[in-house]
């Protein structure tokens, strides 16, 4: 069980991977989260920065993608200032949502990357497809009790850890 909720890497932030970094490890697609990822949970909406980050990916012709647990309305809202498609619902760590996403970049598993805040849906469900697992330190631990329920499990495996890798 401890290598599937090992990720690949640990990154700071996004904006610690960049397009020529995936490109060099053979990534060509990302799945990205949203919540605790791009933008803090209680944000709704994709700001400037994010927007231009993943222009930026898509100028430099990486794939993306969201994959959310979220409600429609709430991914597709997200979703439309960025111009990429979205997976809502996605039910990680579960394959379904995963499948989808692997689908529509048209990549195989091994050149895509799952950024991503949790170990439980991100990481365990990137690692289960065989696909890169990125890490990122979460935006704001001011969080629904769920998800601050699954951050006392996740702590184990994230003692020591250091968040310090860059692409």
Same mark, same amino acid.
């Given at each position: 069980?401890?290598?599937?909720?090992?990720?690949?890497?640990?990154?700071?932030?996004?904006?610690?991977?960049?397009?020529?970094?995936?490109?060099?490890? !053979? *990534?060509?697609?990302?799945?990205?989260? $949203?919540?605790?990822?791009?933008?803090? &949970?209680? @944000?709704?909406?994709?700001?400037? #920065?994010?927007?231009?980050?993943?222009?930026?990916?898509?100028?430099?012709?990486?794939?993306?993608?969201?994959?959310?647990?979220?409600?429609?309305?709430?991914?597709?809202?997200?979703?439309?200032?960025?111009?990429?498609?979205?997976?809502?619902?996605?039910?990680?760590?579960?394959?379904?949502?995963?499948?989808?996403?692997?689908?529509?970049? !048209? *990549?195989?598993?091994?050149?895509?990357? $799952?950024?991503?805040?949790?170990?439980? &849906?991100? @990481?365990?469900?990137?690692?289960? #497809?065989?696909?890169?697992?990125?890490?990122?330190?979460?935006?704001?631990?001011?969080?629904?009790?769920?998800?601050?329920?699954?951050?006392?499990?996740?702590?184990?495996?994230?003692?020591?850890?250091?968040?310090?890798?860059?692409?």
């Amino acid at each position: 069980m401890g290598k599937l909720l090992a990720p690949n890497a640990y990154v700071d932030s996004i904006f610690d991977i960049t397009a020529e970094g995936l490109k060099d490890r !053979g *990534l060509y697609g990302v799945i990205l989260d $949203i919540d605790n990822t791009l933008v803090a &949970t209680h @944000v709704k909406e994709a700001d400037e #920065k994010i927007i231009g980050y993943i222009g930026t990916l898509k100028e430099k012709d990486i794939k993306c993608i969201i994959v959310s647990n979220g409600a429609k309305d709430r991914v597709e809202h997200f979703c439309k200032p960025l111009g990429i498609e979205f997976v809502y619902k996605a039910l990680k760590p579960l394959g379904r949502g995963f499948n989808t996403a692997i689908e529509k970049l !048209g *990549l195989p598993p091994e050149n895509i990357a $799952i950024i991503g805040d949790q170990l439980f &849906t991100d @990481v365990l469900g990137g690692n289960l #497809k065989g696909i890169h697992t990125i890490l990122v330190k979460p935006i704001d631990l001011n969080e629904p009790f769920l998800i601050k329920l699954k951050r006392i499990f996740e702590f184990p495996f994230l003692r020591n850890k250091n968040y310090t890798d860059k692409y």
